[in-house]
């Protein structure tokens, strides 16, 4: 059995850039709106000596009516069945309402969990992140998905625990 990464996080934050990065798949859509990929998709990965299942999640809603209305029964389901979950987040967006509802669950799952800013090609990193540590997922990682930046030193902290 393969580990399995989750990749969760609202719409249009840069999940299945990162998926496709890392799986070298063709066939996950990489939206310019919202919402396109709807089922999880699963890929299989290599890093370094580390062999791993990504999984790819539609989304989450992100309307701000809590936990049940913001998350999406697939991307729940894959958080189940994960290994390790990444949250990804904007960068140029800032913090929303549904980050946070995600967190919240992301926080009682108690399993391994790393909160990932994506989009911070162009930008200053470090100001555009400062307020997700309030998300007390631990530390942010910076990465820009669609250049690879920051996605080694992800990985090399991620698949330690798998
Ligand atoms: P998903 O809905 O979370 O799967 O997000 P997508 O992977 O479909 O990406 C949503 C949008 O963000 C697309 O227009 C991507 O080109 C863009 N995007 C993804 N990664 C980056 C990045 O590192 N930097 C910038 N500037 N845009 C990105
Ligand atoms: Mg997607």
Redesign the pocket.
Known sequence: MLPVVA?V????????????RLTNSRD??????????RDRKYGQARYGEHDFILV?T??IEGDEKGIDAAMARQSLLAMEEADVVML?V?A?DGLTAADQAIARHIRQLGKPVFLVA?????IDGDSACAEFWGLSLGEVWQ?????G?GVTQLLDNALIPV
């Open positions: 990749l996080g609202r719409p249009n934050v840069g999940k299945s850039t990162l998926f496709n996950a859509l990489v939206a310019d709106y919202p919402g396109l990929t790819d539609g989304g990804l904007d140029r994506n989009k911070v090609d162009g990465i820009a998905a669609a250049h930046r």
